[in-house]
């Protein structure tokens, strides 16, 4: 069974930092690129930032690119986001994924940027 654990989220202030977890299993993690989305209020699910399998490649949406850094740890299963710089447009729910649809993600973690 495939299974995303995604983590980390909570309530920041502007400028602040949160660094998210994506704990997978179920499947063979080392193979496969992993992505990360999220999905404001209101808004479609959107891709954020996606780490090919060897942690080689990496990849932003414009809007996060130079604030957000992707990484994983093969070892551990479990992929990664660190979101610096934070605006209160990141605010969503963050999913982790095999795939940049969302297929299998996860229930999400909430980030909530707000003074």
């Known amino acids: 069974q495939v299974l995303l654990v995604e983590s980390g989220g909570g309530l920041v202030q502007p400028g602040g930092s949160l660094n998210l977890s994506c704990a997978v299993s179920g499947f063979t993690f080392s193979r496969f690129w992993m992505y990360w989305l999220r999905q404001a209020p209101g808004k479609e699910l959107e891709w954020v930032s996606f780490?090919?399998?060897?942690?080689?490649?990496?990849n932003y949406a414009n809007s996060v690119k130079d604030r957000f850094t992707i990484s994983r740890d093969n070892a551990k299963n479990t992929v990664y986001l660190q979101m610096n710089g934070l605006k209160p447009e990141d605010t969503a729910l963050y999913y982790c994924?095999?795939?940049?649809?969302?297929?299998?993600r996860g229930r999400g973690t909430q980030v909530t940027v707000s003074s």
């Open positions: 994924s095999r795939d940049a649809r969302g297929t299998d």
């Open positions: 780490i090919s399998a060897d942690g080689a490649t990496v």
